[in-house]
């Protein structure tokens, strides 16, 4: 069998555990087509394949490679947009990813690869063992958490191609995990030479940031839950089934046979008093805040749950001992949420954390953006910016939307009224305004600034403006006046560049191009939205 073939056959093989229906943008693209004239999913895979066949080697495709589809868009105008994962000698390669674009009629476009360098490796056997790939992870764990005792660390090395940092070379990606002494989880991710046992890279895998029920945060809401006998369970069938779990002020959630935590149920289907003096109070948070955030890509994007599915997440809440912390884990495809510290954090269920930490799991069902360096920044401020759209979507009195992060869970212990600050991210004390070439040495949450900044100036524009009763007061680089397009162009544009035109491995330049597309895509190259995007982009100094 050809290697042509082989490659087809891994292309199909990986389409079955995908969404059924193609994804639909919204927003102005070119005059849409008919539905019915509109090429289906199946067809958007048969062009690619096609095009993947037909140009391999631009492509860096060999015998030794097979590939697997991620994600399928079909655009309003019938433009498809198939995006790829692949594995060299049936390893997985890291900025192996790439997307295939398509024209209406099915004719190939062009394609963003993450990583372009050819990739030949002399043998897949790698010199260092597993044992000790493992032992420098849990050294690594160690480092990461100084003066810690961390407990039950478990290392588990997986071999790999790296072409993300340089010429492409066999690796450990070793993911280590454990406990640290308030019994909360840690985890990193050590990429290591696999022939050397040279440090690659490192990262820290839990992004962080953190009805009829009455919260904590947003007064009270409406509830869809499940009739269960005489009682209710805090579980949502119009959403996927997404439900919230009390996970006990345990670190593993463990209640029976499960690990998930004891679902929430209520005999009255009214949830919460609004205090913490009742454990639903959080609960009502946490699920509201999956509810608001499902309803705001649905509706603004077209995306049927986190993982485009329909199916649904669920949370997990009071995980841990005053855990000052909340995190999104693709494993489980779950929420979990720490209660705080209740010196400098509350409960961290505030709206735009459960929308950012959500949006971490649409950044993996898409582009996958590697958290580390510039494109870890990234990774961070997509969920910054699309975890503030939906809080301005809300519309919620008691938690307007603004520009702050976290402003909720924030105690005036911590000497700040947020965790960032999207229209000057320096005022958090940390955090870039601007791009530079060390910006990517900084932490993930820091270099996340110059995209917040950007965000910010796309929508609102530069200068002194008072929004939903917070002042702004927003600076560019080089000095000069931008004029704002508004949050819905702001969303469509940062949305399309992540699930057509981003790739695991983009820098800040290439996500300047790749929202540069998506708003050529969208409105026409030559109308003020491009200009617009180029000209904040400009202004936090990517050029």
Known sequence: MSWIRQYVRGSRRATAGLATAATLLAGVLSPAADAADRPSRAAALDNAATALADRAASLGLTSAQETFVRDVIVDKDGAQHVRYDRTYRQLPVLGGDFVVHMAPDGTYRGADRAARAEISLPSTRPKVPASRAADLGVNALRAANPGDVLKQVRAKPELVVDALHGAPRLAWRTETTGLDPLGNPVARVLLTDARSGARIDAWDTMESATGDGRSLYSGTVTLETTPSGSAHQLKDPTRGNTYTADAGDRMDACSGDTCNGRLFTDDDNHWGTGTTADRSTVAVDAQYGSDTTWDYYKEVHGRDGIGDDGKGSYNRVHYGNKLSNAFWNDSCFCMTYGDGNGTHFGPMVGLDVAAHEMSHGVTSRTARLVYSGESGGLNEATSDILGTLVEFYAGNAQDAGDYLIGEKVVRPGLGRDALRYMDKPSKDGSSADYWS???????????????????????????????????????????????????????????????????????????????????????????????????????????
Do not use: C, Q
């Open 437 to 543: 070439s060390s910006v990517g040495s900084i932490s993930v949450h820091h270099s996340s600034g110059v995209a917040n900044h950007f965000a910010y100036l796309l929508a609102e524009g530069s200068g002194t403006k008072t929004i939903n009763g917070v002042t702004y007061d927003s600076p560019t680089y080089n000095r000069s006046t931008v004029t704002g397009i508004g949050r819905a162009k702001l969303g469509a544009i940062w949305y399309r560049a992540l699930t057509v035109y981003m790739t695991s491995s983009t820098n800040y330049a290439g996500a300047r191009t790749a929202t540069l597309n998506a708003a050529r895509d969208l409105y026409g190259a030559a109308g003020t939205e491009y200009e617009a995007v180029a000209a904040a982009w400009s202004a936090v100094n990517v050029n």
